[in-house]
Protein backbone atom coordinates (compact mmCIF):
# COMPACT_ATOMS: atom_id res chain seq x y z
CA UNK A 1 0.00 0.00 0.00
CA UNK A 2 1.07 3.56 -0.92
CA UNK A 3 1.40 6.42 1.81
CA UNK A 4 0.13 9.17 0.57
CA UNK A 5 1.56 12.65 2.58
CA UNK A 6 -0.94 15.83 2.58
CA UNK A 7 0.59 18.58 4.35
CA UNK A 8 -2.55 20.60 4.34
CA UNK A 9 -3.97 17.90 6.33
CA UNK A 10 -1.45 18.32 8.83
CA UNK A 11 -2.22 21.63 8.72
CA UNK A 12 -5.82 21.33 9.35
CA UNK A 13 -5.72 19.06 12.18
CA UNK A 14 -2.93 20.99 14.18
CA UNK A 15 -4.94 24.32 13.42
CA UNK A 16 -8.59 22.61 14.58
CA UNK A 17 -7.41 22.05 18.15
CA UNK A 18 -7.54 24.30 20.65
CA UNK A 19 -7.30 24.65 24.59
CA UNK A 20 -10.04 24.22 27.24
CA UNK A 21 -10.34 26.71 29.91
CA UNK A 22 -12.53 26.07 33.33
CA UNK A 23 -14.61 28.12 34.24
CA UNK A 24 -15.21 28.74 37.95
CA UNK A 25 -17.12 30.64 40.15
CA UNK A 26 -18.29 30.29 43.60
CA UNK A 27 -21.61 32.36 42.57
CA UNK A 28 -22.82 29.34 41.23
CA UNK A 29 -22.84 25.86 43.29
CA UNK A 30 -19.74 24.33 43.35
CA UNK A 31 -20.24 20.67 41.45
CA UNK A 32 -21.55 17.88 42.87
CA UNK A 33 -19.63 15.35 40.66
CA UNK A 34 -16.38 15.25 38.42
CA UNK A 35 -17.36 17.74 36.04
CA UNK A 36 -16.59 21.55 35.84
CA UNK A 37 -19.44 24.04 35.86
CA UNK A 38 -18.62 25.54 32.35
CA UNK A 39 -16.07 24.32 29.77
CA UNK A 40 -14.90 27.60 27.49
CA UNK A 41 -13.58 26.10 24.25
CA UNK A 42 -12.83 28.86 21.59
CA UNK A 43 -15.44 31.56 21.91
CA UNK A 44 -18.13 28.59 22.70
CA UNK A 45 -18.99 28.22 26.82
CA UNK A 46 -20.84 24.82 27.55
CA UNK A 47 -22.39 24.89 30.85
CA UNK A 48 -23.31 21.67 32.82
CA UNK A 49 -26.92 21.27 33.86
CA UNK A 50 -27.82 23.59 36.88
CA UNK A 51 -30.10 22.78 39.60
CA UNK A 52 -31.20 25.41 42.27
CA UNK A 53 -29.39 24.65 44.92
CA UNK A 54 -27.62 27.71 46.70
CA UNK A 55 -24.48 28.08 46.04
CA UNK A 56 -23.58 29.69 49.90
CA UNK A 57 -25.12 26.44 51.65
CA UNK A 58 -25.37 23.81 48.71
CA UNK A 59 -28.70 23.06 50.14
CA UNK A 60 -31.43 23.02 47.54
CA UNK A 61 -33.88 25.89 47.71
CA UNK A 62 -37.38 24.37 48.79
CA UNK A 63 -40.67 25.78 48.19
CA UNK A 64 -42.67 25.84 44.86
CA UNK A 65 -41.66 25.29 41.31
CA UNK A 66 -41.31 29.45 40.47
CA UNK A 67 -38.61 29.58 43.11
CA UNK A 68 -36.39 26.67 42.14
CA UNK A 69 -36.49 28.14 38.39
CA UNK A 70 -35.55 31.18 39.70
CA UNK A 71 -32.39 29.88 41.31
CA UNK A 72 -31.53 27.51 38.81
CA UNK A 73 -31.54 30.82 36.29
CA UNK A 74 -29.66 32.68 39.22
CA UNK A 75 -27.08 30.05 39.03
CA UNK A 76 -26.90 29.97 34.94
CA UNK A 77 -26.86 33.81 35.04
CA UNK A 78 -23.23 33.73 37.72
CA UNK A 79 -21.71 31.33 35.15
CA UNK A 80 -22.57 33.12 31.97
CA UNK A 81 -20.86 36.66 34.00
CA UNK A 82 -17.95 34.62 34.98
CA UNK A 83 -17.23 33.80 31.01
CA UNK A 84 -17.43 37.17 30.51
CA UNK A 85 -21.24 37.36 29.20
CA UNK A 86 -24.91 37.23 30.07
CA UNK A 87 -27.86 35.27 29.54
CA UNK A 88 -28.51 36.59 26.33
CA UNK A 89 -25.38 35.09 25.22
CA UNK A 90 -26.90 31.79 25.66
CA UNK A 91 -27.59 30.49 22.12
CA UNK A 92 -28.84 27.16 23.37
CA UNK A 93 -31.00 25.83 26.28
CA UNK A 94 -32.24 22.08 26.87
CA UNK A 95 -34.32 21.95 30.38
CA UNK A 96 -35.31 18.66 32.67
CA UNK A 97 -38.58 19.05 34.32
CA UNK A 98 -40.13 16.21 36.54
CA UNK A 99 -43.14 17.32 35.60
CA UNK A 100 -44.33 19.02 32.43
CA UNK A 101 -47.36 20.31 33.66
CA UNK A 102 -44.31 23.06 34.51
CA UNK A 103 -43.96 23.87 31.25
CA UNK A 104 -45.70 27.66 31.48
CA UNK A 105 -43.57 28.27 34.66
CA UNK A 106 -40.22 28.08 32.65
CA UNK A 107 -41.76 30.30 29.99
CA UNK A 108 -43.03 33.17 32.16
CA UNK A 109 -39.62 33.14 33.59
CA UNK A 110 -37.54 32.81 30.23
CA UNK A 111 -39.76 35.90 29.38
CA UNK A 112 -38.11 38.11 32.14
CA UNK A 113 -35.11 36.86 31.60
CA UNK A 114 -34.00 36.89 28.05
CA UNK A 115 -34.43 39.17 25.32
CA UNK A 116 -35.48 38.33 21.98
CA UNK A 117 -33.95 36.11 19.83
CA UNK A 118 -34.70 33.64 22.38
CA UNK A 119 -31.78 30.83 22.44
CA UNK A 120 -33.14 27.60 21.02
CA UNK A 121 -34.40 25.35 23.67
CA UNK A 122 -35.54 21.84 24.30
CA UNK A 123 -37.31 20.75 27.27
CA UNK A 124 -37.73 17.16 28.34
CA UNK A 125 -39.63 15.22 31.06
CA UNK A 126 -37.20 12.86 33.09
CA UNK A 127 -38.33 10.79 36.02
CA UNK A 128 -35.68 12.29 38.66
CA UNK A 129 -32.55 14.83 39.07
CA UNK A 130 -29.83 14.70 41.73
CA UNK A 131 -31.22 15.83 45.08
CA UNK A 132 -34.50 15.54 44.00
CA UNK A 133 -34.53 18.92 42.35
CA UNK A 134 -37.85 19.79 40.03
CA UNK A 135 -35.45 21.05 37.21
CA UNK A 136 -32.10 21.15 35.68
CA UNK A 137 -30.95 23.55 32.83
CA UNK A 138 -27.81 23.04 30.82
CA UNK A 139 -27.10 25.83 28.19
CA UNK A 140 -24.65 26.63 25.40
CA UNK A 141 -23.27 30.28 24.93
CA UNK A 142 -21.40 31.86 22.25
CA UNK A 143 -19.30 35.17 23.59
Known amino acids: M ?8 SFMMASSTFAKEIIQ ?3 APAPI ?4 QAIKAGNTIYISGQIPMDPKTGALVHGDFKEQ ?3 TFMNL ?4 KAAGGTLNNIVKL ?3 LTDLNNFAAVNE ?4 LFQKPYPARAVIEIKALPKN ?3 EIEAVMQL
Open 109 to 112: SMEK
Open 94 to 96: TVY
Open 25 to 27: TND
Open 77 to 80: EAIT
Open 133 to 135: AMI
Open 69 to 71: VKQ
Open 2 to 9: KKIFLPFL
Open 33 to 36: GIYS
